[in-house]
């Protein structure tokens, strides 16, 4: 059994998240497609990810999709794997400002 939610790798960098549902509506109803960007440029990272309606249509997705080739580039698509947790927030420590500091 497949997840809904699959990943999709090796994208070109032009491909836009519109592009990215048309490609896999061919294979059912897409619940969400996004194609992740860079914070500071905009442009795609070559990655993203779509949610498909059910899980058969998922499976239909990776077999049709993954290794195809699409702009030149052969596709990787499986299920995507649960995020891990970064731990997240600001890296270091300290007040971030220098203010207070005694020497």
């Excluded at 048309?22 to 996004?34: H, I, M, P, T, W």
């Amino acid at each position: 059994m497949v997840g809904r939610k699959l990943y999709c790798g090796n994208l070109g960098y032009n491909i836009s998240s519109s592009d990215l549902e048309k490609l896999f509506a061919e294979f059912g109803n897409v619940q969400s497609a996004e194609v992740i960007a860079d914070r500071d440029t905009g442009r795609s990272k070559g990655f993203g990810f779509v949610e498909m309606s059910n899980d058969a249509e998922a499976q239909a997705a990776i077999s049709g999709l993954n290794d195809k080739e699409h702009d030149g580039r052969p596709l990787t698509v499986n299920e995507a794997k649960p995020r891990e947790n970064r731990g997240g927030g600001r890296r270091g420590g300290g007040s971030g400002s220098g203010r207070g500091r005694h020497y």
